[in-house]
């Protein structure tokens, strides 16, 4: 029994792991991105 | 939107044995996707409440002119935490506990897709708002430099500055991990046959917001982080003499800020779409026309966010971008409100207590809507930035627009939580005395903006006493009847006449929500239902 109550088949597993570890990526790209993005214009 | 085969409903979940866990562990350790709306519901009404007496402070201080109950300072903390509050603790918690309470029985999923990550989101915010109250009893008191945090008035924040950015990121985590769920969740765990363009528009709006989320929140995460370093590691990303630039600074808070406008109120877009059929008893006229006007806003929410900074000085093309751009969102927002206003028209209306409150959304939060474009006009905003016209125009977007959408979904789906209907009556007077008091509260704000009161000052001119008296006495009678608002859900939690399946008899509301019993049981669709 997973936490959802129910068994998930391996490839929803897959696809909400997927999915979610693509989201965070997105969400840290934004986040360091906008800092790198400010160190590169005070340099430049 | 779409109905299950018959013969799927009536098994939905009999055979399941899983009980909740008693006491504590069944909050603390809770990965049902409803208790954890229940725990989302309560900490947002909660935060309502704080962040509601801290406005009442604020009006009663000016009730009338001079220095009567604070200091400016104490007075500048009120404003800037009442705004945090209700923003992050109120209005986005609430719309985090609908998702997760109505999503999974919307598309006929068993629970979120991450359950686990589903508790940490939530656990984050108690520690993240005693973190933020806490910051009003450190020595220099809490941030007072508004809740848009511009450099270099919130660097001269004292002892609590770290806490208050601290809190901002967990809030800002937690918010990210709640849309990753939701679009999870959604992308994933639909029932068969729940195509897309059959899920319900509660559920669209906030797979749309939950992009917008994980787009800006993580900007926000970067501008404050940047705050920090500026103030405690000699860096100087926003400090003039350095070499920075404030005004940067609040470019990207505004990348973040407007957006953030959306998120608090495309869901209640959503909840309106709901709400509005079922007591039409129609279905949503021109339903796929609304996904489209969501993300055409969700869209356009991305390039507006100059608009804030007309004041700052930029190049005349600049302005006009901004200002056409502003100005194009009310074509999609005008699409919604028409296809809203057609689904009544010549409906069998009835007049419950949500469809009062979707009603009341519709012209206020158009008054609102109005006064937006208002301010998108260049030379018009020069004339009105920084007065209580903004205060007016945005507390009549985010009040009877995002908080009474609010209060409509739970008068609409209460009696599904909790198995009871409620007093229809009780109900009835908290609508009307929140609407009336409403306009008492905010109207006369457009009078005082346009007569050149400013905003954020606990003291004003002797011109504007009549006014600032009438706002603060609907200020109170708002507060007041909030406490109804409390007593009909408690009402409702502890018992009275029992709901049906359906709830809203007579009505033909859409969603698999309504297949279910009421209360909806612990765990629902553990078998998907199949959907033709």
Redesign the interface.
């Known amino acids: ?6 068994q998930k088949p391996p490839s ?1 597993r897959r ?2 792991r997927n ?2 570890l693509g ?2 990526s ?10 790198v993005l ?1 160190i590169y ?2 340099h430049h | 939107m779409a109905q299950p085969l018959a013969s799927d409903t009536a098994h939905h979940h009999d055979d ?1 044995h ?1 009980q909740p866990a008693t006491g504590i562990k069944r909050w603390l350790f809770a ?2 996707h409803k208790d954890i709306g229940t725990m989302y519901l309560v900490f947002s009404l909660i935060m309502f409440f704080i962040g509601g007496s801290m406005a009442m402070l604020i009006r009663a201080e000016l009730f009338q002119p001079g220095l009567q109950l604070f200091d400016p300072v104490f007075f500048n903390q009120l404003t800037t935490n009442h705004a945090l509050i209700m923003i992050f603790g109120a209005v986005m918690p609430a719309f985090v506990g609908l998702a997760n309470w109505m999503i999974p029985m919307q598309i006929g999923a ?8 589903n508790n940490f989101s939530f656990w984050i915010l108690p520690f993240a708002f005693t973190l933020l109250l806490s910051t009003l009893f450190v020595p220099g008191g809490a941030a007072a430099g508004g809740w848009t945090l511009y450099p270099p008035l919130s660097l001269q924040t004292g002892d609590s500055f770290p806490m208050l950015i601290f809190a901002i990121h967990m809030m800002g985590a937690s918010s ?1 991990m709640g ?3 939701v ?2 969740t959604i ?3 639909r029932a068969p046959g729940m195509n897309l363009l059959k899920m319900p528009l509660f559920c669209w709006s906030w797979l749309i917001t939950a992009y917008l989320l ?6 926000l ?3 404050v ?2 705050l920090l370093t500026d103030h405690f590691f000699k860096t ?2 926003f400090n003039a003499a350095g ?2 630039d404030p005004v ?1 600074f609040e470019h ?1 808070f505004w990348f973040f800020g407007h957006p953030e406008v959306y998120i608090m109120i495309l869901p209640a877009f959503g909840i309106i779409s709901e709400i509005l059929p079922t007591f039409s008893r129609k279905p949503l006229f021109g339903a796929t026309s609304m996904i489209y006007a969501i993300a055409s806003i969700a869209f356009l929410s991305f390039i507006v966010w100059g608009h804030h900074m007309f004041v700052d000085g930029m190049p005349l093309a600049a302005q006009v971008f901004y200002m056409m751009s502003t100005m194009l969102i009310a074509v999609p927002t005008g699409v919604k409100v028409f296809n809203w206003t057609a689904t009544m028209w010549r409906g069998s209306l009835s007049f419950e207590p949500p469809m009062l409150f979707a009603i009341s959304f519709l012209f206020l939060f158009t008054i609102g809507g109005f006064s937006g474009v208002m301010l998108a006009i260049v030379p018009v905003d020069f004339q009105y930035n920084q007065t209580y016209f903004v205060v007016a125009h945005f507390h009549y977007v985010l009040v009877p627009g995002a908080i009474f959408a609010i209060m409509g979904a739970v008068y609409y789906w209460l009696p599904k939580w909790t198995g009871h209907m409620y007093s229809m009556a009780l109900a009835k007077w908290h609508f009307w005395l929140s609407t009336i008091f409403v306009n008492v509260l905010f109207f006369p704000q457009h009078f005082l903006g346009l007569a050149g009161m400013p905003r954020r000052i606990p003291d004003y001119a002797v011109q504007f006493t009549d006014w600032n008296m009438v706002s603060s006495i609907g200020g109170f009678g708002f507060g007041l009847s909030q406490i109804l608002f409390a007593v009909v859900i408690i009402q409702s939690v502890r018992g009275g006449k029992k709901a049906t399946s359906e709830v809203w008899e007579g009505t033909h509301p859409t969603g698999l929500e309504w297949t279910l019993p009421s209360p909806a049981p612990y ?1 629902s669709f ?1 078998t998907a239902p199949e959907i033709p």
């Open positions: 029994m997973s936490a959802a109550g129910t929803v696809r909400i999915g979610a989201l965070m997105v969400a840290l790209a934004f986040y360091f991105g906008i800092i400010l214009r005070s | 399941h899983d990965t049902n068993p629970d979120m897709a991450l359950p686990r990550m990210i849309a990753i769920n679009i999870v992308m994933n765990m994980i787009a800006v929140m993580p900007v995460a970067g501008a982080t940047m100087s990303f070499g920075g940067m990207i765990h553990t």
